[in-house]
């Protein structure tokens, strides 16, 4: 067998859907801008995660992905790094609005999603926002003013901004769903839709999840485009 089938092996990734490319096994492979790779390597990391590796070149190749893998495999860069290549070819300006959106389901995860994206964005010099609820709007509202590249909300708050006007969704081509499952569990399907509704739809979706029940099979369904779907490790299908 080949280096690239051992390691699929080895670590129990599956890749469906439409044809796959190999995963990056090293963080050469990968092809990052410098100002990317710096920050990893000062981060300490000798390598990509298996979700990583498999979901970054899908990723780069503008497909949509539907990721299911278990907490603590390193999904949050395994969206952000390919963020902010997709920022470094778009070249949008963060005044007219962001150009990447993640939805997370609370207010914790959302603030160590924009905490992950400021480290590694840093050389890169990404902006980011994060909009949660159960705190007053304005300083959130101000920050947008401000621009911003990536928005990390959670639906609550995100929808409420949105009706109220208050962000331009015009140039936003990429859109993450993290914690998919949760999200449902949560009970917000009906804001992620209406937020969905609001971006343009050209747009790249990537959706992360540790489980894959039949509702988050559904919104896939509804939301993605022809999606590579990669798992690792053995989830309940
Ligand atoms: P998940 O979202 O899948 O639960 P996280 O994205 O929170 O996982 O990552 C878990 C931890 O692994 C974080 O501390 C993160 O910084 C770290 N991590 C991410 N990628 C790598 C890597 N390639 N090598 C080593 N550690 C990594
Ligand atoms: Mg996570």
Not at 94 to 101: C, K, Y
Not at 222 to 236: A, E, F, K, T, W
């Amino acid at each position: 067998p080949s280096s690239v089938e051992v390691y699929l092996q080895k670590h129990e990734v599956t890749a469906t859907g439409g044809d796959v490319p190999a995963p990056f096994m090293t963080f050469e492979d990968t092809g990052f801008p410098p100002e990317i790779l710096r920050e990893i390597q000062f981060a300490g990391f000798t390598s990509p995660t298996p979700i990583q590796a498999q979901t970054w070149p899908l990723a780069l190749q503008n497909r949509d992905i539907v990721a299911i893998a278990k907490t603590g495999s390193g999904k949050t860069l395994g969206y952000l790094i390919p963020a902010f290549v997709h920022l470094k070819r778009r070249r949008n300006n963060p005044q007219n609005g962001p150009t990447v959106v993640v939805l997370s389901p609370t207010r914790e995860l959302a603030t160590q999603i924009q905490d992950e994206a400021l480290k590694f964005g840093r050389s890169a010099r990404v902006s980011c926002t994060c909009l949660y609820g159960g705190a007053p709007k304005v300083h959130q509202l101000k920050e947008l003013e401000r621009g911003t590249d990536i928005v990390v909300a959670t639906p609550g708050r995100l929808n409420d901004i949105l009706e109220m006007k208050r962000i331009d969704f015009r140039q936003v081509s990429l859109l993450v769903l993290d914690e998919a499952d949760r999200m449902l569990d949560m009970g917000f399907e009906p804001q992620i839709r209406k937020i969905v509704n609001e971006i343009p739809p050209q747009r790249q979706t990537l959706m992360y999840t540790a489980t894959w029940p039949k509702e988050v099979r559904k919104i896939a369904g509804d939301l993605l485009r022809n999606p590579v779907q990669v798992n690792i490790g053995n989830v309940d299908q």
